[in-house]
């Protein structure tokens, strides 16, 4: 009876274990700002109006705005694999 508890707490360890391996993101969420950025010629850190992390799906992901030269970029970056899931590019009418 030992041996089987023993047994299925290791299992349960090396399931979490693999879980929490798996939930770490690919990309940090300042090389996020940093890939969108480099979409944007000329924006900078200032252009930055929104940016959050935020579960999709399950998924983690970055999302955020940039505000740049009349204007506006939303985007989301899919934090596993560092894509691009979303890019809008409007322009702001004042």
């Known amino acids: 009876m030992k041996k089987m508890v023993k047994s299925l707490i290791l299992t349960v ?4 274990s693999s879980t929490v391996v ?3 993101e690919a990309i940090s969420s300042d090389e ?3 890939s969108a950025l480099a979409r ?3 924006a900078t850190i200032a252009n930055v109006t ?3 992390r935020d579960y999709d799906h399950g ?3 970055y999302e955020g705005e940039i505000h740049y030269n009349g204007y506006e ?4 970056i899919d934090a596993d694999t560092g894509t691009f899931t979303k890019w809008e590019v409007e322009q702001e009418v004042y």
């Not at 360890?13 to 979490?16: D, H, R, S």
């Open 40 to 42: 944007v010629p000329g």
């Open 59 to 61: 998924r983690l992901e």
């Open 50 to 52: 929104e940016f959050n």
């Open 73 to 76: 970029y939303d985007f989301e």
């Open 13 to 16: 360890v090396a399931v979490l």
């Open 22 to 24: 798996s939930s770490v």
């Open 32 to 34: 996020a700002v940093q």
